[in-house]
């Protein structure tokens, strides 16, 4: 009896050291950079009661985090180089332990440079763009908490094998500024460009008047058809084709829309005008790929007080500012997971310094966010989820899931919508392509413009894409040379903002 008293006692003893270590107290200095526009979804005033909800809830006493205590300064980032400026000016007095931030592409390679340089973490639910894979050399602090659009191409790469698809044209709108769509559509051009056919075809409806009829003619050389773009260009390509009787089953369509729910599914094609009943039938052609939303009981308290917080602040010109979109969930889980892997290094005789060794924990690891789990792979980016929607009903012109994508396990889930016949191509013979692939100077001329505008901006990672695209790339567009003048005068001007080319001298 005495004995097993001891040996509680020591027992006791010797767990004691452990509990009090448990909790960990530190200040850490967070520093949040994004845009002040409530144009933007990604704006403050919107993730601002998101990060403060994380913070609370780690701050609750007697939780492992509770000793944590997170200093944030929320700094407007705009969408270009003020974003960098931010984080200068900040780190004059004293650097800041943690960035969460920024999502614009162009706003976050020099802050994320900077920041692995000073070696301090950076989370980000934005910087989406294939260059920012590079975690070696580059990005070596980038934790990326959303799924980058290399991951949303996962999801065609999987589609493709499995419908045994060869050939894919790429419409995407550039507005030569933000290019979410030139981003967007690249991750799918890197992820297919190996084994499939693939032909990019670049719009600027900000420019210049997009005519469907001639996107129509590349259109006939292809089976799949990927766009990203606004809806009404989307329309008109899908009215125009449906004129041309492409949308029978030969040919397949999709549309990206990741972010705005409302430009896609149930009503989308419906403008009130003389088309819709045209619109209606083409769009049972169309499936779109949108990000799998999930959601779980602890999200309804999320939602609702970031919801009362933003209703709280009053903005006036915040549309639709209370929904929850993945960015709001994604800086949220960037605290959470920072928080993680803070702890655990400190643990481990690491500081809040050793920003390597936080980054490096942070990767490759799986965690519960607001919205779900949250899976990161090797090199610190988010497995992403992913939807398929398709019209179930021509009749009623109503949209479904049909079947979602999981990045995780590379693996499909078809749901009662799911009808293989819609995903088959009919009734045509396949193209052969004896000349592919076609290494003439042609061919090479946009895709050098195309690989220098990436390149000059996002540094070294494109210049294998670059190196692709000049192996294996034959580009069936006939581009008119005022055009190209015009491409060529806004890459100048685009390299001139970036910090570094790497094309300059190319
Ligand atoms: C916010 O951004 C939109 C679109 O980019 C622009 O039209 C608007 O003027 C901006 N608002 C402010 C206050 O800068
Ligand atoms: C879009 O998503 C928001 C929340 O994310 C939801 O409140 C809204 O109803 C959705 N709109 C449509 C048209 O599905
Ligand atoms: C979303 O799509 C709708 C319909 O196309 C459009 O009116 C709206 O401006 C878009 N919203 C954003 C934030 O892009
Ligand atoms: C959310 O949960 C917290 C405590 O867990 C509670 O104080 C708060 O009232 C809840 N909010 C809503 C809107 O239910
Ligand atoms: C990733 O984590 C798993 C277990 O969580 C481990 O077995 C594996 O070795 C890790 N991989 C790398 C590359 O660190
Ligand atoms: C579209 O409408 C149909 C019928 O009203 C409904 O069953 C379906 O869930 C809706 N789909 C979406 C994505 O809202
Ligand atoms: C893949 O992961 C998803 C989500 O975690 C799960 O629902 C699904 O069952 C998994 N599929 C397979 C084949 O393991
Ligand atoms: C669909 O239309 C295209 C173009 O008119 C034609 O080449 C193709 O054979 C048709 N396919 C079917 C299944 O009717």
């Known amino acids: 009896m005495t004995c097993f008293i001891l040996l509680c006692f020591y027992l006791c003893l010797g767990l004691l050291p452990v509990r009090t270590s448990a909790a960990v107290n530190e200040d850490i200095e967070v520093l949040v950079i994004l845009p002040k526009n409530n144009s933007y979804i990604f704006s403050l005033a919107r993730v601002t009661p998101a990060i403060e909800y994380a913070r609370q809830k780690l701050k609750i006493p007697g939780g492992l985090y509770s000793g944590l205590n997170f200093n944030m300064r929320y700094e407007d980032s705009g969408c270009g180089n003020d974003a960098l400026f931010s984080l200068v000016d900040r780190s004059c007095e004293k650097k800041p332990d943690l960035v969460l931030g920024p999502v614009c592409e162009y706003a976050a390679a020099p802050v994320v440079r900077m920041a692995s340089h000073w070696n301090i973490p950076v989370i980000s639910a934005g910087a989406l763009a294939s260059g920012y ?15 980058s659009y290399l991951k949303m191409a996962e999801t065609f ?19 030569k500024e933000e290019r979410n769509c030139y981003f967007t559509v690249e ?51 899908m009215l125009a084709a449906h004129r041309r009787r492409l949308t029978n089953g030969s040919y397949i369509f999709f549309n990206i829309e990741l972010f705005n729910n409302t430009s896609y599914g149930n009503g989308s094609w419906k403008r009130g005008d003389k088309y819709d009943n045209e619109a209606r039938q083409a769009y049972s052609a169309l499936n779109t790929v949108t990000l799998l939303r999930t959601v779980k009981p602890e999200f309804e308290n999320f939602s609702l007080e970031v919801k009362r917080s933003i209703q709280k602040a009053g903005l006036p010109d915040c549309e639709n500012c209370d929904n929850i979109n993945m960015f709001v969930e994604g800086f949220h889980d960037a605290l959470v997971l ?69 990045g995780v396990n590379e693996s499909f889930q078809m749901l ?17 392509h004896t000349d592919l692939p076609d290494k003439s100077s042609g061919g090479l001329g946009v895709s050098a413009v195309t690989g220098i505008i990436v390149g000059s901006l996002l540094g070294t990672a494109l210049l294998m894409a670059f190196y692709f695209f000049r192996k294996n790339y034959r580009i069936t567009i006939e581009r008119r040379t005022t055009r190209e003048e015009c491409d060529i005068g806004k890459h100048r001007q685009l390299r001139e903002d970036s910090i570094r080319s790497n094309f300059s001298a190319a």
């Open 187 to 237: 991750g799918v051009h890197i992820k297919l460009m190996d084994q499939y056919h693939i032909s990019p075809v670049v719009i600027n409806s900000k420019d210049e008047h997009v005519n469907a009829d001639d996107l129509i003619k590349l259109i006939y050389e292809s089976e799949v058809v990927i766009m990203c773009a606004g809806a009404d260009i989307v329309r008109d390509i």
């Open 416 to 432: 009662p919508g799911f009808n293989p016949e819609h995903f088959t191509l009919k009734g045509r013979h396949r193209i052969t």
């Open 338 to 406: 920072y928080a993680l892997a803070l702890h655990e290094a400190i643990r481990n005789g690491f500081t809040k310094k050793d920003g390597a060794e936080i980054t490096n924990r942070m990767w490759n690891r799986t965690f519960e966010g607001i919205a779900g789990q949250v899976s990161l792979d090797f090199y610190g980016d988010r497995y992403g989820d992913f939807s398929v929607m398709s019209m179930t009903n021509p009749e009623a012109g109503t949209y479904e899931t049909v079947c979602n994508y999981f």
């Open 157 to 175: 790469a999987a589609m493709f094998h499995h419908f045994n698809w060869k050939e894919a044209l790429l419409i995407f709108d550039d507005d």
């Open 133 to 147: 894979r590079d975690k070696d050399k580059e990005y070596t602090h980038l934790t990326r908490i959303s799924p």
